[in-house]
């Protein structure tokens, strides 16, 4: 990063304090003239949170490498394209999501696939253990036990037919289980199952072929290893 002078740090330091200023007040002000604050959302690929190989052996490094560096990159680029050529402007995830069903297939599909992703790498990690605190208190007080909920989770997994995603989702003080074809998720309104997601996992076969093959039964069951029940928890808010 350039040093900058004391002079250029102040004027930089006090620009940033009236563009702070403004977005707050174009909260309140939604025709305010300060557009940069509504610019239609961006989707970003977050940095893998660990190497291709870490989740070995569940989760092989080819299968990551592929799944994170060429169809989650694409599902980003897709997005984005579909975002400038539909002019599509909501500002935010949640609004884009709100909004899925006067979507193109294009943009719902992909900005699905953007998103999905960049929580299914969050919730995972090398090394798991079982939920503790609240986390465990939450699925033994909606399910009953751990191993219950591992039960119904899986059976959602398991029953999603073709290609989709299983969920665990905070829906007002209760958790739910649930799945969604292809990409779509739960922060979605054209969605049967909604929720604020907890946990989730991708049950497409570009998840786990090369491994698996037609298997699935074996990925999900494997799967529990490398589940990161930390940001769980983070999600689950107290
Ligand atoms: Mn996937």
Excluded: C
């Excluded at 970003?44 to 299968?63: G, K, V």
Aim: proline share 4%; glycine share 6%; net charge positive.
């Amino acid at each position: 990063m350039k040093k900058l002078s004391r002079r250029e740090f102040v004027h930089k330091t006090i620009k940033g304090g009236a563009m702070s200023l403004a977005a707050a007040s174009v909260a309140f002000k939604p025709e305010s003239l300060f557009a940069h604050a509504n610019a239609p959302i961006k989707f970003a690929q977050i940095t893998l949170p660990y190497t291709n190989n870490a989740l070995e052996p569940y989760i092989d490094a080819l299968t990551m490498e592929i799944h994170y560096g060429k169809h989650h990159t694409a599902y980003i680029k897709n997005v984005n394209d579909a975002i400038a050529a539909e002019s599509i402007s909501y500002p935010s995830e949640k609004e884009f999501f709100a909004n899925t069903s006067k979507l193109s297939a294009k943009a719902r599909n992909n900005g699905g696939g953007a998103w999905n992703h960049n929580f299914f790498w969050q919730i995972m990690k090398p090394a798991s253990s079982a939920p503790v605190g609240k986390v465990a208190e939450a699925l033994n007080g909606s399910f009953g036990s751990f191993e219950k909920f591992k039960e119904q989770f899986t059976q959602a997994a398991m029953t999603r037919f073709g290609s989709g995603w299983a969920w665990l989702v905070k829906d007002g003080s209760s958790l739910k289980i649930g799945s969604t074809a292809n990409q779509d998720n739960p922060l979605m309104d054209v969605s049967d199952l909604k929720g604020t997601p907890l946990l989730a996992l991708d049950v497409w076969e570009h998840a786990y072929y090369l491994k698996y093959q037609n298997k699935r039964n074996e990925y999900v069951a494997n799967w529990w290893n490398v589940v990161n029940w930390d940001e769980v928890a983070k999600r689950l808010g107290s």
